[in-house]
């Protein structure tokens, strides 16, 4: 079974994932966050291993702490951690550079472009079911 987080400030988008999400009988639970500070105080108070994310759809657009400062600090939180999480990021940036450094960081499997259809997830799911 598979747990997911949301990292999004974009209420809809998060109910669209949520949906989609359901439509697999893999998915233990779903979490989701409008704000990287959320996220990350999260990530800082949860030792149940069985209570944390196997994949994190993170945006990188926020106001205040971005998706690419999440990272950075996810990198050192992550130490903490005995398991691994994927983690994707999510973007309507049509911008090059966005999609090269997210490559660029090892933590990221990779890249997907909003509007997120089924076909993305699926995608997901058979990476972690690989």
């Known amino acids: 079974m598979i747990n997911v ?3 999004d400030d974009n209420m809809i988008l998060q109910m669209h994932l949520k949906k989609l999400f359901l439509t697999y009988s893999n998915i233990r639970s779903i979490n ?3 704000s990287v ?9 949860t030792n149940e291993v069985d209570k944390l994310p ?3 759809l993170l945006d990188i657009n926020f106001p205040g702490l971005d998706g690419w400062d999440f990272l950075d600090e996810f990198e050192e939180i992550k130490k903490n951690i005995e398991k691994e999480i994927s983690i994707y990021m999510i ?3 049509i911008m090059d ?3 090269e450094k997210s490559k660029a960081i090892e933590l990221v499997k990779g890249f ?5 259809s089924s076909s993305n997830l699926d995608d997901i799911k058979n990476f972690k079911n690989n």
């Open 32 to 34: 989701s966050f409008t």
């Open 37 to 45: 500070e959320d996220a990350l105080e999260f990530f800082k108070e």
């Open 112 to 116: 997907i472009n909003k509007p997120i």
């Open 5 to 7: 987080a949301i990292i």
């Open 97 to 99: 550079s966005d999609i």
């Open 91 to 93: 973007s309507s940036s």
């Open 54 to 56: 196997d994949i994190i």
